[in-house]
């Protein structure tokens, strides 16, 4: 009996109209484009406008291509797992706002939340329900509105974050095309470098918190940077040699887009040239659980059935990870 994977059999992404240049972050900041470029390696990102919009309407242009191309409707989804750091409110799960807003009526669903590796989590959550056998039809979401928990006078998280949203769907696969390995890692003593103060159960709301801009997303930067720097090039390099993978015989290596200098350190570190490693961090910033997702849509038509693809994630809290994926199409 042969071996199922969890497949990926189409991609999509979607991105806000409006795009914050570095320029007019220097009317709103004390900063300026060369600062911003040479450290982070950022020169725009999109932020979603308008009243009442929120992550989830950044998801339904996504789904609803990702359905498009694939020829199927919303109601032949099983299940739904939306990774998000900003969802649309504490509850009801966005994964269920959105079904309701795309017709998907024979989905469950649920959001998961590990910061930026969020989606790197949820491929693997979703394949373990595919490889089960308990499910053919699984959409894993990821997908931020930065702009909602950003505060614009905080120059150390202004320039990083931009909002947008890409999804995969995950398929049963049996000539071994798929999700092959991961290895994933958090560890909760990170937590003070990079988090939200304000708004969850130890610290509810209030005239105090607001006054204080604690409902905004903080980081110590430095202290992240080491971190992640070393851990998402190291847990790169592991999945590859798990899999006696050489740097030959990666086709492409997706990386988190967080900061142009970590991009660099994980290809060096698993010995992959530039030209192997996706990036569009230029354009977008850090999307938080958007960003490969985001990656594999734009780069979609330059895969090949076949390919070695290696993911790699970081984010706070701490939690990091890595996935080989055999390219199904």
Known sequence: MQKTY???????????????TNKELETMVDTNDEWITS????????????????????????VEGLLKKRGITADELELIIFCTTTPD?????????????????????????????????GLATGASYIESGRYKKVLVIGGDKMSS???????????IFGDGCGCALLEPNEQGFGIIDSVLKSDGSGAPYLHMKA?????????ESIDAHEHFAYQE??????????????????????????????????????????IDA???????????????????GNTTNGTIPLCLWEWEDKFKKGDNLILAAFGGGFTWGAMYIKWAY
């Not at 989905?107 to 590990?114: M, N, P, R, T």
Request: charged letters at 20%; a neutral charge; hydrophobic letters at 45%.
């Open 39 to 62: 450290r982070t390696g950022i020169k725009e990102r999109r932020i979603l406008k308008g009243e009442g919009l929120g992550t989830s309407d950044m998801a339904v242009p996504a």
């Open 6 to 20: 969890a497949a990926i059999t189409a991609v999509n992404g979607y991105v806000p109209d409006y795009v914050l």
């Open 89 to 121: 409110m504490p509850f009801p799960a966005t994964a269920n706002i959105l079904a309701a807003k795309i017709g998907a009526t024979k989905a469950w669903g649920y959001d998961l939340q590990a910061a930026c590796s969020g989606f790197l989590f």
């Open 199 to 207: 708004g969850g159960s130890v610290k509810p709301a209030s005239h």
């Open 221 to 262: 930067g430095q202290t992240v940077f080491k971190f992640a720097v070393t851990n998402m090039a190291d847990v790169a390099a592991e999945v590859m040699e798990r899999n006696a993978l050489e740097a030959d015989d990666v086709a492409w290596l997706v990386p988190h887009q967080a900061n142009k200098r970590i």
């Open 149 to 159: 928990i950003i505060n614009y006078e905080d120059r150390a998280t202004c320039i």
């Open 266 to 284: 994980t290809a060096n570190r698993t010995g992959l040239s530039a030209d192997k490693v996706i990036v569009n961090i230029e354009r977008y």
